[in-house]
């Protein structure tokens, strides 16, 4: 006769304990498949419960599939597929709790950009977060259009408008949850028998977003004006990313000639575009900003890019790209079906940080900011002993400059003694494939989140180590 | 001789507006390639302008590569390629600010979860991104580790152990901004070369999200039990996207033997994956939850995903996916360079609302306010004429039910003409693809957001069409 205890039972309410033993004896196989189960009268006073507890838990067997009811015939075990192996996962403890350990502590990172909290205005922006939440008048609860907000479109036209010399239309932006996302967006609308071109030197990370996407790829080799029409031609590139207002790391502002020659290029196949990534542009410290490929073509051939993470904090995931209308239409036909990655109350809060004018004051503020930094760090570079075997190589622009060290040890070995002391840092090679004239001994200086305290020590650390 | 006027100026700087003339006629072909450009001592003393304003001008036209200059001899104007045909860009107007308009306004509609504000707890959200915004302890202006920040992905952990009865390690758990990123995601990390499957009926937008990235997918046609396993073979699917607890459109619950055997399909072959969606498991109404396929998965082949976009409103983007452990190897090595889609701050706020316990809560009261509201819709189509003409298929569970009416109209003209009374409403064979036997008369009713005081005449005007 089919009984059990409910001495086990802990806080379980009973007919969910009944239910686990029941399902466990079917499942080890004490309970074989055509059992006839006592009927719920019979099985309630034979174990001091209530006909409903018995039922709550034939239901849930039922519903799950362990037993099915026969018309006035009663409850039978169902077919099971052998005795499964796994052991009732809520009896196994709950896995050991560990804290995180993936993140390496550097003692100085030359690769990193990341921000002092300080420097972001937290204030003002969790005030106009609060105020989106509780703002009734803001549909912060319904899911996002499939190009973002309508509000922050608007205040980012307006934005490219005054501070790019961009006349764009906010029905031509598209949100998304960072640029890296927007990659992934723009293969599946631009399609994937194409041939994309990466600057070589370039970002790094470019290469690997097609590879995982099973796209055809190719570098394209950078001479001192920029992307060369040469080996974009020799390459047979359809669709080329670039940065032409300040190349990384090269520092490269690409002139109007080959501005024209590149827009050249693209307009001469339907299938060519040029994706412009514009992600320093806020960071020019002299004159002024450079203007974008995308305000010069008159072919609806670029496809311009930016993103929040650099200009406001790499927490923050919000990148946008403007599509040349005809672009949009197709946009809007194969990927409308998309919803929008970025939270619709985070992009009110930065529609409303862009259109309050805390934008603006924020990049400027930054600017300096990050201009008194380099200088600092220029400074302690000309007070130590590194400084009568390198060169610095700087644009008025950007977050990092190049440091030519003279030396005859090689990059790599240098990048690995460093290492050793807790130091991080970069060389040209490493953002350059497969090409012969490599620029040796030039290393990625990103000087934005250097301690300028520790920097003199790490200085001669450095000097001591590229001998 | 080379002159301007600065009367039109404006409130432009003289450096800029001067930049701004001789770009102009650079591009204009006025002043042609070769030309030479005053000294800037004899510019600024004709122009009556300081050396320091030509000095300025004249480097930001070199940045830009308008013009060179070579060493004692001064200032050219480099070639162009022909004139350029755009106008300055900063001179044309803004573009029209239109409303934007896309959202159709539906009197009411069918096919959508979308829920009021008041039912989401605002203030409780606003009070725990407050505290983590000013949190010194939280690094919410780092960069996320790209499978989400620790403290969330415990909280992810502890929740699946208390509540679906799943034991894994938060190192198994990557976040993402909604569940269609972690299917392109899933693409990278599986390969493009499987064939996917899809269920018939089924969530529509899976066969376009793989349609837009070129990967081969097939349907599979569903029984009374779920996934057909003859179908699943027949069509040689490899990967199977499936939703065993309950089963969108049809609501089926997929029986043990079923999973079982499902189970056992994926362990024959090294290449085959089941995805498991789990997106609405929260929403039952009576008895215990559906334990998942996750959880008795004994060969690491179960790919468990989920969203709190559904379960706690769709503006919040956050998904995350549990992986094998084998998978997740795969992961970091391949896919470890991609940058986390979901704001910092976000992720700490959504950490803190799971282990404060404030999502139980949360959904223990949409849970019931649900129930409730189900009854309600139920109760007001038993009051209504069209009572008579349907049945009712509901599971207790799940945030929509069907809806089989009795007709001999055709499903495409009842949805067409309840479109033009500005209902909105989908039927089984939206959600089919190429069965010869669909359920015809078959409606999907999303019952969370009806407004049960305008659903009684809604129902009449239904009524008057389904004849």
Chains 1, 2 share one sequence.
């Not at 549909?139 to 961009?166: K, N, T």
Request: proline content about 4%; overall charge negative; glycine content about 6%.
């Amino acid at each position: 006769m089919l009984t059990y205890t409910f001495e086990n039972r802990g806080e379980k309410p009973y007919y969910q304990y009944l239910y686990e033993c029941l399902r466990h004896d079917i499942e080890q196989g004490e309970l074989p498949a055509g059992t006839k189960l006592p009927s719920k009268r019979s099985f309630a006073r034979q174990l001091g419960l209530s006909v409903m507890t018995i039922e709550s838990a034939y239901e849930q067997l039922m519903v799950e599939g362990y037993i099915y009811a026969e018309e006035k015939r009663g409850y039978f075990v169902s077919e099971m597929l052998g005795q499964m192996r796994y052991p009732m996962q809520q009896e196994r403890p709950l896995y050991q709790m560990v804290q995180d350990d993936s993140r390496q502590q550097w003692r100085m990172d030359f690769t990193s950009n990341q921000v002092d909290r300080e420097r972001f205005p937290m204030a003002i922006w969790s005030r106009l977060m609060r105020e989106v939440l509780s703002s009734p008048s803001k549909d912060v609860l319904s899911p996002s259009p499939p190009q973002g907000i309508w509000e922050l479109r608007c205040a980012i036209a307006e934005h490219l408008y005054h501070f790019r010399g961009m006349n764009v239309s906010p029905e031509q932006i598209v949100i998304g949850a960072g640029t890296e996302y927007l990659y992934h967006m723009l293969i599946q609308l631009l399609g994937r028998d194409h041939v994309y071109g990466i600057e070589n030197p370039g970002y790094g990370k470019l290469a690997n977003i097609y590879a995982c996407n099973n796209v055809a790829y190719r570098f394209v080799d950078l001479d001192e004006q920029g992307v060369s029409i040469d080996s974009l031609r020799a390459k047979q590139v359809d669709i080329l990313h670039t940065s032409p207002s300040h190349h990384f790391p090269t520092g490269i502002v690409m002139p109007i000639s080959r501005r024209q020659k590149l827009l050249a290029w693209a307009a001469r196949e339907e299938n060519r575009y040029i994706i412009e990534d514009d992600y320093d542009c806020e960071f020019r410290f002299g004159g002024l900003p450079i203007p974008t490929l995308q305000s010069i073509d008159a072919n609806d051939k670029v496809i311009y890019l930016n993103t929040f993470s650099k200009s406001l904090t790499p927490s923050i995931r919000i990148s946008y790209m403007v599509l040349p209308l005809p672009l949009m239409e197709r946009f809007r036909d194969k990927l409308g079906f998309y919803a929008c990655t970025v939270a619709n109350f985070e992009q009110y809060t930065l529609a409303a940080f862009l259109a309050q004018g805390y934008f603006e004051k924020h990049i400027n503020r930054m600017r300096n900011y990050y201009k008194n930094q380099k200088n600092e760090v220029i400074a302690l570079l000309k007070k130590s002993s590194l400084w009568e075997r390198v060169s610095i190589y700087e644009e008025d622009a950007g977050l990092h400059f190049l440091l030519r060290i003279r030396t005859d040890k090689s990059d790599r070995a240098i990048k690995e003694d460093l290492d050793k002391c807790g130091i991080h840092i970069r060389s040209m090679a490493d953002y350059t494939h497969g090409r012969k004239k490599i620029q040796e001994h030039t290393f990625v200086i990103n000087y934005t989140a250097l301690d300028t305290e520790a920097l003199p020590e790490v200085l001669e650390e450095i000097s001591r180590n590229v001998l």
